[in-house]
């Protein structure tokens, strides 16, 4: 079993819809959660990171928690164009010195006009 | 202003050649990164450095030699390339090691193609 799941897609979603990505992860140890943008060709850039369960919202992004099913979403509103990317979902587990963030693959999503 | 910057953007070469990747953070960051990006995306963490010092090493075979003259530089040597090595590799940064939130910061990547 992979340490971070993610469905690779693609996803495709109208404009203005709403974009729902998940992500379950295997240890239940993990503290800290993240949810990295990389348009093709560029580097990963952090979006939102979540360690408490429950909903985090950022503008048009929301983060939900649920640890005891071990799983991490985000949800991008009113979807544009540009957030058509692929989108990697990072786990932590600990804080110590050896702590060590797990990407998954990452979800592919397209906005289509 | 580059946050973090890695030269060469492109490295093409022969099998069997030896490279370096290097690697600079202008963020004052105590903790550098190396990760390796396949074809599939998938990105996986090979060697963390906190302060110079190797926190964490990966299973990554013993051709992958990194070395951080500082805490601001974090580079990465490659003996004996191979075809499997074609990857993009990011080095990366973040403020602390042992923290909740732990951003990460990316070079621009290094897209390496062994031939």
């Known amino acids: 079993q992979k340490e971070v799941e993610q469905n690779s897609g693609p996803l495709s979603v109208p404009e203005g819809a709403i974009a729902s990505l998940n992500c379950t992860y295997s240890?239940?140890?993990?503290?800290?959660f993240f949810w990295y943008r990389q348009y093709s060709g560029k580097s990963p850039e952090l979006i939102m990171f979540?360690?408490?369960?429950g909903d985090k919202e950022d503008g048009r992004f929301t983060a939900q928690l649920n640890k005891a099913s071990q799983y991490v979403s985000l949800l991008i509103r009113d979807s544009q164009p540009s957030d058509s990317a692929t989108y990697l979902c990072?786990?932590?587990?600990?804080?110590?010195?050896?702590?060590?963030?797990?990407f998954g693959s990452g979800t592919r999503l397209s906005i289509r006009p | 202003d580059t946050a973090v910057s890695q030269t060469p953007k492109y490295l093409v070469t022969q099998m069997g050649n030896d490279k370096s990747i290097k690697c600079e953070q202008n963020?004052?960051?105590?903790?550098m990164y190396w990760y390796k990006q396949d074809s599939k995306k998938f990105l996986k963490i090979m060697f963390s450095y906190n302060n110079k010092e190797l926190i964490i090493n990966e299973t990554v075979p013993n051709r992958f030699s990194p070395k951080s003259p500082d805490k601001a530089h974090l580079n990465l040597h490659i003996n004996s390339l191979e075809l499997g090595d074609s990857a993009v590799y990011f080095c990366?940064?973040?403020?602390?090691?042992?923290?909740?939130?732990?951003?990460?910061?990316f070079g621009p990547g290094t897209r390496l193609t062994v031939l």
């Open positions: 990072a786990v932590i587990s600990g804080y110590s010195s050896a702590s060590k963030i797990i």
């Open positions: 990366a940064s973040s403020q602390r090691l042992a923290e909740p939130t732990n951003e990460q910061f």
């Open positions: 979540i360690y408490s369960n």
């Open positions: 240890d239940r140890g993990s503290q800290s």
């Open positions: 963020l004052g960051h105590d903790t």
